[in-house]
Structures are given as C-alpha cells and as structure tokens.
C-alpha cells in the first residue's frame, strides 16, 4: 500500500510522494508537548516528582523512530538515480537553515539576556566558540547558566547532530542492508536501549556533556525501527485510529507519573523502556494507514510544517524564561501567565520562522544545487 492509496487527496512533496499526514501531525502534537514540558520543567530545574509532563522529552525518541520511518520513505527507492553526495546535501538543506537560525537566536538569548545578572558572564572566546560550533549542531564547551547542556547556546541541537549521524549511516550503510540484517541490529539496538534505561532509571541522557555517550544509544533503536518499519510496511497490521486518538495516547503516555524503584527494579526505566521500544513503534505502524476529514488532514498538515522549527528554535526562549524565574517577586497566577504567553510566543515564531526563514533559504539552496547538479 502507498501513500498514495492511503491519502488519495494528500498532499505531496516535491518529488510526487504524498505525505503521511497523520505523522506529520504526531510530529507537531509531540513538538508542543516538548515545548509545554521544557517551559514548566525549567521551573523546577527538571525534578522529577514536579513535573507535569515527566516522560516528554521521550518525544526525543519518538522523532527518531518517525525520521527513520521518512527516510526509508523518501529515499529507499531513488539509489538508482541518487548519489551519496546528493543525498547528504537534499538533508542538510533541510535541517540546516533552521540550526543556524536556532544558533543565532541562542546568541542573542545568551548576550542579551536582560534577567541573568551575573549568571552568564563567559569570556569572549568561550561564546564564539560555542556559536561556532552551535552553527555546525557540534557540542561545545559548557559555558555559565547553562545547566551542562552539550550544545549550550541551543540544548536541543544535540538531538540535530544525532539527525546528521542517523542520516549518514543510512547512506552509507542501513540502505544497503537487507531487511534481515536491519532487524538483526533493531534487534541489539533494543537490548542496548533496553539495558540503558533499566539501568539509569530513565532515557535522561544524551543532552549534556556528562551524558553524551547516551545520545546515540538513544537514536540507534527508534531509528532502525522506523526505518524496519518502512522496509516492513507491506506485511505489517493495517489498524486505523486516527490523530486525534493518537496524539491522546501520546499525551498520555507523557503525562504518567514517575514510577517509583521497587528493590532493583526500576519501574520507571522499564515503562519508558515500553514506550521507546512498544508504544512509539506500535504509533508509527497505526499513523502510517490511519488517515482523517479534510479538517483533520488541514491540522495535521500546519502542525507537521511546525513542528522542526518549534522544537529547534524555542529554547533560548526558555532559558530567557528560567532567568526570569529566578528573580521574579510576582505571584504563581503571573508566573503561569508568562508560561503560557511564553508558550504561545513560541509557535509565532515557529510560523514566522518557517515562513521568512527556512521556506526561502531552502528554496534558494536547492535551486543552487540543481544548478551544480545536486
């Protein structure tokens, strides 16, 4: 089954392959649920037991089961005409424009940050060393007020430069493999994933310097798995749910309390651990056939187109936001306005960012490319 039979009236991308909207929804659905997780948790510097969404940012995972998935999609079928150096400059148009943006933004949250005090006071040569690299989705060194994030002026570029990683590796390696030996290594991925978050409890790793072995353990299984699940697509269930009752699951899924460690066991490990390995992959397989109204299908389509520019560019927001916190003098119903203003802000900029950023420098860039034959 194509997309195509599957939204016969989709929309379609550029190369004449229709997307899959209902994903594309769950994309955006999962953007704002990390955005709500992030603006309430810096509140209380991420402790656990006060957060309101505690299982979040395991929308992490969920974007590299969904990138695997696209990947597999888009490009499985175009190696005939399709070469590597193509292949790496068509993504890099894609993800690029919006990580310098997001570099950008990061600079001027952290030198123009009117509530930090004396919090951020970093050498000159420390902070042109972290937009450099920011420029590029590469770690930094850590720099003041900014938690040990490895990409310190824009925490979530770290799940970017694991974007990069998963999209080399497919087009060096994951492409050529058979199914077989893809499941062979979703298969050791999972065990890894598996043993990692019984071990720690949770996936909280991967974003800072301290962790950041954690990070590709973390986009080794969700990736293969989308991808597997691409390459599987034909002989797998065929249930439809819908975006609506999907993204409910999701919520939800994010929403359950942390689970307490009863001896050696540690539940909440083992529940994130369904999720990441079960739920997300159960999520794509029921998304990818589902589909919805033309109501629906409108909804679907404006939260996908949001979703990468809010997830990569909301957070020097927040850091702005956690200043603020720290020396406010106003009362929980103001700090809950703020939150929820600073929410909304958020998704302006996205649109703004999408629309006067990201549409046309990736147009312009791909014109170039069509130009040296790219």
Avoid at 117 to 143: C, I, K, M, W
Wanted: aromatic residues 12%; glycine residues 8%; contains cysteine.
């Amino acid at each position: 089954m194509s997309a195509s039979d599957t939204y016969p009236d989709a929309d379609r991308t550029g190369d004449g392959k229709a997307h899959f909207e209902v994903l594309d929804g769950l994309r955006g659905a999962a953007a704002l649920l990390v955005v709500a997780f992030h603006i309430q948790g810096i509140t209380v510097l991420f402790d656990a037991p006060r957060l309101l969404l505690p299982h979040a940012y395991l929308a992490v995972d969920f974007f590299f089961a969904l990138s695997g998935f696209v990947v597999g999609y888009a490009y499985d079928d175009r190696w005939g005409t399709m070469t590597t150096r193509q292949f790496l400059v068509r993504r890099l148009i894609r993800l690029h424009p919006l990580v310098v943006l997001g570099a950008i933004v990061g600079l001027a949250s952290y030198l123009g940050d009117p509530f930090a005090g004396d919090r951020q006071e970093a050498s000159a040569a420390l902070v042109v060393f972290a937009f450099l690299t920011a420029l590029l989705a590469l770690p930094s060194a850590p720099l003041p007020n900014r938690l040990g994030d490895s990409h310190p002026l824009n925490a979530p570029a770290w799940t970017l430069l694991q974007e990069y990683i998963g999209n080399i590796a497919y087009a060096l390696v994951l492409r050529r493999l058979r199914t077989r030996a893809l499941a062979g290594m979703a298969v050791i991925a999972a065990i890894i994933s598996a043993v990692t978050a019984l071990s720690l409890g949770s996936y909280d790793t991967g974003w800072g310097l301290a962790n950041f072995w954690g990070a590709p353990v973390r986009l080794a299984y969700p990736f293969l798995i989308g991808l597997l699940i691409y390459r599987l697509h034909d002989r797998l269930p065929r249930f439809r749910v819908g975006f609506i009752p999907l993204s409910i699951v999701l919520a939800l899924a994010f929403i359950a309390p942390v689970w307490p460690s009863s001896g050696a066991i540690k539940w909440n490990g083992v529940y994130q651990a369904a999720c990441v390995l079960i739920l997300f992959p159960a999520i794509l397989v029921v998304g990818r056939h589902s589909a919805g109204g033309p109501s629906t299908l409108r909804l679907c389509k404006a939260a996908g187109r949001l979703s990468y520019p809010l997830y990569i560019t909301h957070y020097p927001f927040v850091y702005l936001y956690m200043n603020w916190v720290v020396g406010k003098t106003g009362t929980a119903a103001a700090t809950a306005a703020i939150a929820v203003s600073l929410f909304l802000f958020t998704i302006l900029f996205a649109t703004a960012a999408y629309r006067w950023w990201d549409l046309p420098l990736r147009s312009a860039l791909q014109r170039k490319a069509r130009g040296r034959g790219d």
